[in-house]
C-alpha cells in the first residue's frame, strides 16, 4: 500500500464541524445497508474503517453549532414518518444513540459498527488524531474483537487483509483536505483488491470543483474491472450546485466495489427522497449506477 502519512501535521479536519450533515446521512445509510447484508450469514467479518474519527458527536458542541450543518442533514430527517426503508433503518440507529428522545448525539462510523456487528466480528478502527483515538478506545473497550491503531489508515489496511474469516468490509472515509489524499485512496483501493479480491470496500468522497474529486469514481470504475471482482455501485447526492462552494459541500458521493446485491434497490427507493429533502437549492439530484458482470 501507498506510503501515508506518519505525522500528525495534517489533523486540522474535525468531523465534529460535519457530524450529521448531508454528507454523512449518505455514507451511513450505504455503511448501514452493507453491515445489515454482511450479517445475514452467520460467518464472522472483518470491518476495517480506515479513518474513523471520534465515533460520535454532540451536536450540542460549539464545533457543531459552528454552521449547523446536521440542521440541513439529519434534522431534516428526524422528525420525518415517510421515510424510505433503508433511511428509516438507519434512523433508527441514529435513534438508539439518542436514548433520551430528543437529537442531541451523531453517531460516527464506529458506531454505527458498534450497533451493527455480532460478537463474532472483527472491528478494526485507525485514526491519526490524539483526541479521537482516546475516545475510540474509551468507548470500545468492551466490544469484543476491536482493535484501535493510533496510525495511517490508508497504509495500515494492509496488515488486515486478507482478515483470517475472509469476509472483510474496508470504509475509505478521509477528509481530502489534501489533493495526494485522491490519489492516496486510488493505490489503497488498487492493493486492497490486489490482496483480497472479494473485499467489499466503500470509498466515500466530497463533491468539489477539484479535477481530482471529478476523476474518483473514473478511477475506482477503473479498478473494479477486474475477472475476481463482483462490480462496483456508485451513489451520489448533490444539494446544491458545485459553483455555491462558498455555502458548504455540493454533494459527496459513495462508491462500493463489491456490494450486496440488494444495495441497488435500496438505494434507489431512496436517493430520490434523500435529494428531495436535503436540497438546500431547486435543482438538487443524485446519480445511482453499477456495474454488476
Ligand atoms: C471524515 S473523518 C472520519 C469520519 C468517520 N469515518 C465517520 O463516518 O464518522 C476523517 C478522519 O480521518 C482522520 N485522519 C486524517 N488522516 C488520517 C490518516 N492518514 N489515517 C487515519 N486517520 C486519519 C481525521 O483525524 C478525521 O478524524
Known amino acids: ?38 450479517a445475514q450469514k452467520d460467518k464472522p467479518y472483518t470491518l476495517i474503517d480506515t479513518h474513523a474519527g471520534a465515533g460520535g458527536y454532540s451536536l450540542a458542541s460549539p464545533e457543531a453549532q459552528k454552521k449547523g450543518e446536521f440542521e440541513h442533514g439529519i434534522l431534516r430527517l428526524w422528525d420525518r414518518t415517510d ?14 444513540f439518542n436514548p433520551e428522545g430528543g437529537l442531541g448525539r451523531y453517531p460516527g462510523s464506529p458506531e454505527f459498527a458498534r450497533q451493527l456487528l455480532r460478537p463474532q466480528d472483527a472491528l478494526r478502527l485507525f485514526e491519526l488524531h490524539p483526541a479521537d483515538v482516546q475516545s475510540l478506545a474509551a468507548h470500545h473497550a468492551d466490544r469484543p474483537r476491536t482493535e484501535v491503531h493510533r496510525e495511517d489508515g490508508f497504509s495500515g489496511l494492509r496488515a488486515q487483509l486478507p482478515p483470517p474469516s475472509r469476509r472483510g468490509v474496508v470504509l475509505i472515509d478521509p477528509a481530502y483536505e489534501l489533493k ?70 455540493a454533494g459527496s458521493g459513495m462508491f462500493v466495489i463489491n456490494p450486496p446485491w440488494t444495495l441497488h434497490a435500496a438505494m434507489k427507493a431512496s436517493l430520490p427522497y434523500l435529494a428531495k429533502t436535503l436540497a438546500q437549492v431547486p435543482d438538487a439530484g443524485f446519480v445511482l449506477e453499477q456495474h454488476a458482470p
Not at 460535519?18 to 448501514?32: M, P, S
Not at 421515510?83 to 438508539?96: E, G, I
Not at 489524499?181 to 486510488?186: A, E, F, N, R, W
Not at 466530497?206 to 455501485?233: I, N
Open 180 to 249: 495526494a489524499d485522491y490519489g492516496l485512496v486510488v493505490a489503497t483501493v488498487r492493493e486492497a483488491l490486489q490482496r483480497f479480491a472479494e473485499c467489499v470496500i466503500l470509498v466515500w468522497y466530497p463533491q468539489v470543483t477539484r479535477l481530482e474529486a471529478a476523476q474518483l469514481p473514473k478511477r475506482l470504475k477503473g479498478l473494479a474491472q477486474g475477472p475476481t471482482v463482483k462490480g462496483w455501485l456508485h451513489a451520489r447526492l448533490t444539494v446544491q450546485p458545485l459553483d455555491n462552494q462558498g455555502f458548504g459541500l
Open 83 to 96: 421515510l424510505p426503508p433503508a433511511v428509516a433503518d438507519y434512523m433508527d440507529l441514529v435513534r438508539a
Open 1 to 38: 500500500m501507498p506510503a501515508g502519512r506518519d505525522n500528525h501535521s495534517m489533523l486540522a479536519y474535525r468531523h465534529a464541524f460535519h457530524a450529521g450533515n448531508h454528507a454523512d446521512v449518505l455514507k451511513h445509510t450505504v455503511l448501514t445497508q452493507v453491515l445489515r447484508h454482511m
